[in-house]
């Protein structure tokens, strides 16, 4: 099997990386932080790149890529990162009008988990909310599911009017969050939930890999400009090892995710997003020490990365969960 990237992956990849780098640069970014609302105009002109139809037939007016292009587009997505429900949208752009074209802004709630978690609850025009389809047997693959659990499953929507929620503190400065307390189950969407709730783990592991990538970056490039006692800080060993430790993180994670991309199985999903997770904490953790007192203050961009990579290793398989799916693989 042949897991190089294209000639048109590499195009997609770097056009998506020039798009945020314009849209959404540095400037944007600390601004966000201030006033984490979504910019309706970016949310649409990403939809008119097709950011979120890359899946969709091209019949449907989509892009018809497949699942290893939506993981490149989180994963760049991940790197800047970029607010809002990204996985949500990218995943009900076929199941909801307007969510393709970026005129509708969709959450995703999974009602299994305690406390149910909405992310940005004022800037959703609707809420899906899913229930059930989380029992997979661990050799899975496709929409192959064990037990009764993992082959049902169902998901409703709703006007956000009609949700009951709660304040709760993110500790994400860029992602509001409520806490859902009631939620009607009257409208029921056709969905494949076990499907959904696969790839809404891989592509949630996808940003978690981008930005693992991206503390690499900023941690090399600050070892290179710091200097102490006349030599950049870089040439010390010990920091040397800081930043192998974090590349060898990044690139294992990188070959879990694209792995997954193309098998879908559901034990490389979980052996993916629970690499992923431990990358892009550990790493910003570690880019944090390279920055030495610097890394510690409001205005350097590694926290933002460290509390961003705390909220999505508590999303869609957390690491409990998916240790114990992946220990069930071995024995069984």
């Not at 990162?81 to 005129?103: K, R």
């Not at 940005?120 to 229930?131: F, G, R, S, T, Y």
Request: charged fraction near 25%; charge should be negative; hydrophobic fraction near 45%.
């Amino acid at each position: 099997m042949y897991f190089q990237l294209t000639q048109d992956q590499r195009a997609l990849r770097d056009g998506t990386r020039e798009l945020l780098a314009g849209r959404f640069g540095r400037d944007r970014l600390r601004a966000a932080v201030g006033d984490p609302a979504l910019d309706r105009a970016l949310w649409r002109e990403l939809g008119a790149a097709g950011f979120f139809a890359l899946r969709l037939p091209e019949e449907a007016g989509g892009v018809g890529l497949g699942l290893p292009e939506a993981v490149l587009v989180l994963e760049e997505a991940g790197r800047a990162l970029l607010p809002g429900p990204l996985v949500a949208c990218q995943l009900l752009a076929g199941a909801v009008d307007g969510v393709a074209s970026g005129e509708k802004i969709v959450g995703l709630c999974e009602g299994e988990r305690e406390p149910v978690l909405w992310e940005h609850p004022a800037d959703c025009d609707e809420l899906i909310l899913v229930e059930g389809g989380a029992g997979r047997s661990a050799h899975g693959s496709g929409g192959e599911a064990g037990g009764a659990q993992g082959r049902t499953g169902g998901a409703y929507r709703s006007a956000p009017d009609r949700v009951a929620c709660a304040p709760f503190a993110s500790v994400d400065p860029l992602t509001p969050l409520a806490r859902v307390t009631d939620l009607p189950r009257t409208e029921p969407l056709a969905l494949e939930v076990p499907r959904l709730r696969r790839e809404a783990t891989l592509l949630t592991a996808a940003q978690q890999l981008g930005s693992a990538a991206r503390t690499v970056e900023m941690a090399v490039r600050h070892a290179r400009e710091r200097e102490q006692f006349g030599a950049p800080v870089g040439s010390f060993q010990a920091v040397k090892h800081l930043c192998a430790q974090m590349l060898v993180r990044a690139e294992m994670a990188r070959s879990a995710v694209y792995a997954a991309a193309v098998t879908e199985s559901a034990l490389d999903v979980t052996a993916a997003k629970l690499l992923a997770d431990e990358a892009a904490v550990a790493n910003a953790r570690d880019c944090l020490q390279v920055h030495g007192g610097m890394g510690f203050t409001w205005e350097a961009d590694v926290h933002l990365h460290l509390k961003r990579a705390w909220l999505r290793a508590a999303r869609w398989e957390v690491a409990r969960e998916a240790e114990e799916l992946l220990a069930a693989g071995l024995i069984a």
